[in-house]
């Protein structure tokens, strides 16, 4: 027992680590609030943001040193906003915008800027003043941590959404097929096997994307060039740990390889014990509004929803309804408002959605404010727009936390679908509340898991112990049994071929001797 505590004693010294972002909103958030968990635990966390004044709005730590290398101003923000987020929010579900190719040619932009940052001359010195014991960023493998983890001899640790599961499964080399389990492939009908053309029109759809898929590890090839690596399979192997922000409770067991560690709401867990932090503003808001249901109405960081006429008709829905309604809008938003809207530039989500005044949320269902909602029961009417949110919005459908609202049927359908909801919220709150309880209180909880294995990574440098070393070297053939079950049915094939013969033969042998036999008695 004590050798035990002795070797947990160890692991647990402080490590520095090298923590960043690719790009602003939620993003940096999700990776930034991983850095503060491990910076309140003791470690040193110098954090990099590459969006002018982004990091003022994350909490502030002293062990926590954030370096603005930024390389993103309003201007750049805004070509991505006209480009792709508009497009995004006026086509229609499941479809392309027409400034697919252009926001193709932005997204790749992003990745170089991101890696020319990463690996370049002002981070690596960094390295050189400090000795960084491990790198943790989201999609390190084509934001240029990967590459800098490889050049600095450091361990990187990738920081994935549950959509991106995919990327550690590969890594490991695990046994997979493109729809064995929800993706953008399989975004429907969780409760059943799809049919065949669904299936078909799915991987037509990925088909489709795949030039937009591609544009990060395309923006890294010159850059992979330029310091001597032939592929990205290079620098695969500073990646030695994935950590998944999401948790089985509240979506379902995904076919995870054993390096992927579930850490979904590990910023959340002792979050509902803390002091609100509201505005008077907002206090005198929710003070007037006991005897009616308060909505809370929010489409994300950065999406402008002026670009929609349905978001204006969504609020009048709503006004409609006789509720009270706290609205995230934009900065710029001149809309007039009654007294039963409060409108907000900036609204704190967490600290709304525990205050237990809020009945409904009404989202895009990004992956942050999904975690969210659900760890603090409060029901989700989903309306998705682009990216992962059609597929966060089918987990929160088939866990029975809300409902799927498409923004083509606002107009038609948000009336019943909130009065539904409202009606049935004890039900949605009740299934929300023993996720959050398995989250809060499973032995080895999330929060645990994800101080362990960073500390890990750091003292060890790998987490060799959870791979299949075997596996991942195996060729797709290896990993089927191709070079097996190929010959034998085969083998098969060539027998029933040969016995198919041999009794075609004999069938023609007692039919000659059958007419033989006639003609002789005639």
């Given at each position: 027992m004590i050798i035990l505590l002795l070797a947990l004693f160890q692991i647990s010294q402080t490590a520095n680590i090298f923590s960043g972002a690719y790009f602003s909103g939620s993003h940096l958030t999700a990776v930034y609030e991983v850095a503060l968990v491990l910076a309140e635990a003791g470690h040193n966390v110098t954090f990099v943001n590459l969006v002018s004044g982004e990091l003022d709005k994350q909490t502030q730590h002293p062990n926590i040193n954030g370096i603005d290398?930024?390389?993103?101003?309003?201007?750049?923000?805004?070509?991505?906003?006209?480009m792709c987020v508009k497009g995004a929010l006026t086509a229609k579900t499941g479809e392309f915008p027409e400034s697919y190719k252009e926001c193709i040619d932005v997204w790749r932009q992003i990745w170089i800027r991101s890696i020319e940052v990463y690996s370049g001359e002002q981070v690596r010195k960094l390295f050189e003043t400090t000795q960084y014991d491990v790198i943790?960023?989201?999609?390190?493998?084509?934001?240029?941590?990967?590459?800098?983890?490889?050049?600095?001899?450091?361990?990187?640790?990738?920081?994935?959404?549950?959509?991106?599961?995919?990327?550690?499964?590969?890594?490991?080399?695990?046994?997979?097929?493109?729809?064995?389990?929800?993706?953008?492939i399989y975004a429907e009908g969780f409760d059943q096997s799809p049919p065949i053309m669904y299936r078909l029109s799915r991987l037509m759809f990925m088909y489709?994307?795949?030039?937009?898929?591609?544009?990060?590890?395309?923006a890294m090839k010159q850059f992979l060039g330029k310091h001597g690596f032939s592929s990205l399979d290079d620098v695969k192997g500073s990646i030695k740990l994935f950590l998944t922000n999401d948790h089985p409770a509240f979506t379902f067991p995904y076919l995870r390889p054993p390096h992927d560690i579930p850490m979904g709401c590990a910023n959340l867990l002792g979050s509902k014990q803390k002091p609100l932090k509201l505005s008077p503003e907002i206090e005198h808001f929710l003070e007037n509004s006991k005897v009616k249901d308060v909505v809370y109405v929010s489409f994300g960081s950065y999406v402008k929803m002026q670009y929609v006429s349905w978001f204006a008709e969504l609020i009048d829905i709503l006004v409609e309804l006789d509720l009270r309604i706290i609205v995230k809008v934009d900065k710029q938003s001149e809309n007039k408002f009654p007294e039963s809207v409060l409108p907000l530039n900036w609204a704190p989500q967490k600290d709304l959605l525990r205050s237990g005044h809020v009945k409904l949320f009404i989202s895009h269902c990004g992956n942050n404010g999904r975690l969210e909602t659900i760890y603090y029961n409060v029901p989700v009417l989903c309306i998705p727009q682009f990216g992962d949110q059609q597929v966060n919005s089918e987990?929160?459908?088939?866990?029975?936390?809300?409902?799927?609202?498409?923004?083509?049927?606002?107009?038609?359908?948000?009336?019943?679908?909130?009065?539904?909801?409202?009606?049935?919220?004890?039900?949605?709150?009740?299934?929300?509340?023993?996720?959050?309880?398995?989250?809060?209180?499973?032995?080895?909880?999330?929060?645990?898991?994800?101080?362990?294995?960073?500390?890990?990574?750091?003292?060890?440098?790998n987490a060799d112990y959870l791979l299949n070393k075997v596996i991942q070297q195996q060729s797709l053939v290896q990993i089927y049994n191709l070079d097996i079950i190929l010959p034998a049915c085969l083998i098969i094939i060539i027998l029933l071929g040969l016995l198919s013969c041999l009794l075609v033969k004999c069938l023609m042998f007692l039919k000659n001797r059958i007419l033989l036999k006639r003609q002789k008695m005639e």
């Open positions: 290398i930024t390389v993103w101003d309003s201007q750049d923000k805004k070509r991505l906003t006209n943790l960023g989201e999609s390190v493998e084509i934001n240029g941590m990967a590459l800098l983890g490889t050049l600095m001899n450091v361990p990187a640790i990738n920081f994935q959404a549950s959509f991106g599961i995919h990327l550690s499964q590969m890594h490991g080399n695990l046994p997979m097929l493109t729809s064995s389990q929800p993706s953008m489709k994307n795949i030039p937009f898929m591609q544009c990060g590890s395309q987990l929160i459908k088939h866990n029975g936390f809300g409902e799927i609202l498409f923004k083509e049927d606002v107009l038609d359908q948000a009336a019943k679908a909130v009065r539904d909801m409202l009606a049935n919220y004890g039900s949605y709150r009740k299934k929300m509340g023993i996720a959050s309880d398995i989250v809060d209180n499973e032995p080895g909880n999330v929060k645990e898991n994800l101080i362990f294995f960073v500390e890990y990574v750091a003292k060890y440098k």
